[in-house]
């Protein structure tokens, strides 16, 4: 066995250190996880439904000291933590109230006497989860899945053991059966064998391309249904209609959500010539006020990216790009000291070829490009091979809908931020993945759709 740490980011010291599971640990543990479906799986909607509200209760007790473990372990600002964790309860609350109208069975005539489509449970889900929202990312897939009578088996990233963990107790004292949600403390090469194992039914991934192309070729090669939420790099249109104050506020804010650390964070501010150097000034402007600081400070907005190697290779980038020409207006540089901070940045006049235009900058770096008019925004915003979200703003809301009718995106809002939220279905294209959580659609994507025929 192998030990799993976590480390702040804030200071550099190791925070905690758990042993990972053994083979023949994760095997029985799967095992007992299937016992528990096989049980959960009759259990009518309205204990499913007491369940998910119980475990929003508990949440919400324990807010304050879940939102300080996600400081600790991968920097999260706690004034977010909390949110992150309200998102959650509610994400509960959710499901509790509509996922029995949602798993509802429909009539569907035929040239039967009586002929309807059911919802029934799928088995066992393995959700392979990501750090950048520990919580949020397993609740969003977790109390669908559950809801609809599956069980649930997470491997969380390996970065948040000590998240990971307290998930399991929520779910625990929430009053879940024993064993339905279990968590399992092992790294990406053992998870393998437990999608492989015939109890696992189906399998969620929220990460990178990379991983989501060796899940679902695997989930592949043994026949299993799989959901994927990868990565994006979110256009962010700014018209010559725009309200240029709101959209550069709204915009800064949309960079550097987790410290934009955020798969539908703004990342390429796709501006119209007429006024690209005011927009420019006052998103220099709210960029510059936000406050960079330790995470556990309720003053900070932006706390430390989740580990060294990340903040090196978002430096990489934004050095790569001021090589190529790119105009650095803000950051650009990580501050000394302990900690893996990295301040909000800003590269205006990004082209292609340019690592801010062509990859992901999984940082609070902005990419701010200019464009002649609408048929040129298009043709950059589409020119991604992600399609996560993609916002565009225009005073003139029909104008905004009849971009985003030709976006390339999973999402578009106009004059708004994307985000999640569990009445909306949420999901991407291309290299970001397939399949949706949330909504009516998320919660039927892990359910046996079976058609029921009575003579």
């Given at each position: 066995?192998?030990?799993?740490?976590?480390?702040?980011?804030?200071?550099?010291?190791?925070?905690?250190?758990?042993?990972?599971?053994?083979?023949?640990?994760?095997?029985?543990?799967?095992?007992?996880?299937?016992?528990?479906?096989?049980?959960?799986?009759?259990?009518?909607?309205?204990?499913?439904?007491?369940?998910?509200?119980?475990?929003?209760?508990?949440?919400?007790?324990?807010?304050?000291?879940?939102?300080r473990?996600?400081?600790?372990?991968?920097?999260?600002?706690?004034?977010e933590?909390?949110?992150?964790?309200?998102?959650?309860?509610?994400?509960?609350?959710?499901?509790?109230?509509?996922?029995?109208?949602?798993?509802?069975?429909?009539?569907?005539?035929?040239?039967?006497?009586?002929?309807?489509?059911?919802?029934?449970?799928?088995?066992?889900?393995?959700?392979?989860?990501?750090?950048?929202?520990?919580?949020?990312?397993?609740?969003?897939?977790?109390?669908?899945?559950l809801?609809?009578?599956?069980?649930?088996?997470?491997?969380?990233?390996?970065?948040?053991?000590?998240?990971?963990?307290?998930?399991?107790?929520?779910?625990?004292?929430?009053?879940?059966?024993?064993?339905?949600?279990?968590?399992?403390?092992?790294?990406?090469?053992q998870?393998?064998?437990?999608?492989?194992?015939?109890?696992?039914?189906?399998?969620?991934?929220?990460?990178?391309?990379?991983?989501?192309?060796?899940?679902?070729?695997?989930?592949?090669?043994?026949?299993?249904?799989?959901?994927?939420?990868?990565?994006?790099?979110?256009?962010?249109i700014?018209?010559?209609?725009?309200?240029?104050?709101?959209?550069?506020?709204?915009?800064?804010?949309?960079?550097?959500?987790?410290?934009g650390?955020?798969?539908?964070?703004?990342?390429?501010?796709?501006?119209?010539?007429?006024?690209?150097?005011?927009?420019?000034?006052?998103?220099?402007a709210?960029?510059?006020?936000?406050?960079?600081?330790?995470?556990?400070?309720e003053?900070t907005?932006?706390?430390?990216?989740?580990?060294?190697?990340?903040?090196?290779?978002?430096?990489?980038?934004?050095?790569?790009?001021?090589?190529?020409g790119?105009?650095?207006?803000?950051?650009?540089?990580?501050?000394?000291?302990?900690?893996?901070?990295?301040?909000?940045?800003?590269?205006?006049?990004?082209?292609?070829?340019?690592?801010?235009?062509?990859?992901?900058?999984?940082?609070?770096?902005?990419?701010?490009?200019?464009?002649?008019?609408?048929?040129?925004?298009?043709?950059?915003?589409?020119?991604?091979p992600?399609?996560?979200?993609?916002?565009?703003?225009?005073?003139?809301?029909?104008?905004?809908?009849?971009?985003?009718?030709r976006?390339e995106?999973?999402?578009?809002?106009?004059?708004?931020?994307?985000?999640?939220?569990?009445?909306?279905?949420?999901?991407?294209?291309?290299?970001?993945?397939?399949?949706?959580?949330?909504?009516?659609?998320?919660?039927?994507?892990?359910?046996?759709?079976?058609?029921?025929?009575?003579?």
């Open positions: 066995m192998t030990l799993m740490t976590s480390v702040d980011p804030a200071t550099g010291l190791v925070v905690d250190a758990y042993q990972s599971m053994a083979p023949e640990v994760v095997a029985e543990t799967v095992a007992r996880t299937q016992e528990a479906w096989l049980a959960w799986r009759s259990t009518g909607l309205d204990e499913r439904a007491a369940r998910l509200r119980e475990l929003a209760m508990v949440v919400r007790r324990q807010r304050d000291e879940l939102a473990l996600m400081a600790r372990e991968m920097g999260k600002a706690v004034t933590g909390r949110g992150e964790l309200e998102k959650c309860a509610a994400v509960c609350e959710y499901y509790a109230e509509q996922g029995a109208g949602m798993l509802a069975p429909e009539a569907a005539p035929s040239d039967a006497a009586r002929s309807y489509v059911a919802f029934r449970p799928l088995g066992v889900v393995l959700a392979v989860m990501p750090w950048n929202f520990p919580f949020w990312q397993v609740f969003r897939c977790a109390a669908p899945a809801m609809a009578g599956n069980g649930l088996l997470l491997k969380h990233a390996s970065n948040v053991p000590g998240c990971a963990l307290a998930l399991e107790k929520l779910f625990a004292e929430a009053g879940f059966p024993a064993d339905l949600f279990r968590t399992l403390l092992v790294g990406s090469r998870v393998e064998p437990v999608i492989r194992h015939p109890a696992v039914r189906a399998v969620a991934l929220t990460g990178s391309e990379p991983a989501g192309r060796q899940v679902a070729a695997l989930a592949g090669s043994v026949l299993k249904k799989t959901v994927l939420e990868l990565g994006g790099s979110d256009p962010f700014v018209t010559d209609g725009a309200d240029l104050h709101l959209a550069a506020t709204v915009g800064a804010r949309a960079r550097c959500i987790n410290a650390q955020s798969c539908i964070a703004a990342k390429r501010f796709i501006v119209y010539d007429a006024v690209y150097e005011a927009f420019l000034d006052r998103f220099l709210a960029m510059q006020a936000l406050r960079v600081g330790p995470p556990l400070e003053e907005e932006i706390g430390p990216l989740a580990r060294a190697d990340l903040r090196d290779e978002l430096q990489q980038q934004v050095a790569a790009s001021v090589a190529a790119a105009r650095l207006l803000l950051g650009g540089v990580p501050p000394e000291g302990p900690g893996c901070y990295y301040p909000p940045t800003i590269l205006a006049d990004v082209r292609p070829g340019m690592p801010a235009y062509d990859q992901e900058l999984f940082g609070p770096v902005a990419a701010v490009i200019r464009v002649a008019d609408a048929e040129q925004a298009l043709r950059v915003a589409n020119d991604s992600y399609g996560l979200g993609a916002a565009v703003w225009d005073r003139d809301a029909a104008r905004g809908e009849a971009l985003a009718a976006i995106a999973g999402a578009v809002f106009v004059n708004g931020q994307v985000k999640s939220d569990p009445r909306l279905p949420f999901g991407g294209i291309k290299d970001s993945g397939y399949g949706r959580e949330l909504s009516s659609y998320g919660l039927r994507e892990f359910v046996n759709i079976q058609t029921v025929w009575v003579r």
